[in-house]
């Protein structure tokens, strides 16, 4: 059965690559491909370049103030209950 349905495709499709090129149809052609082609050229050359610049980055994150005050809050607490 699955060469039945690839050959009602294939009739399907053949009028399709029949028909001619209409001339007055606007088509991106070669400028349109070669001006894709640069803007995805460029997009790639940010990447690389924010991959590096992220890559040099040191990060290490300060230790929070307000968890810090609360244990040693907690221990003055308990000091002055006389434990």
């Known amino acids: 059965m699955p060469d039945m349905s690839a050959h009602l495709a294939l009739t399907q499709l053949v009028p399709f690559a029949a028909e001619e090129l209409d001339k007055n149809k ?3 052609g070669v400028l349109g ?3 894709f082609a640069v ?18 980055i040191s990060f290490e994150e ?6 810090q005050a609360a244990p040693s809050a907690a ?9």
Do not use: C, Y
Not at 45 to 55: A, F, I, P, T
Not at 62 to 67: E, I
Not at 75 to 83: H, L, N, Q, T, V
């Open 39 to 56: 803007l995805a050229l460029a997009v790639w050359q940010l990447m690389k370049s924010m991959n590096r610049h992220m890559g040099k």
């Open 26 to 28: 606007v088509t991106p």
């Open 75 to 83: 221990k003055s607490g308990r000091a002055a209950a006389g434990e």
């Open 62 to 67: 300060a230790p929070d103030p307000a968890a």
């Open 33 to 35: 491909f070669i001006v």
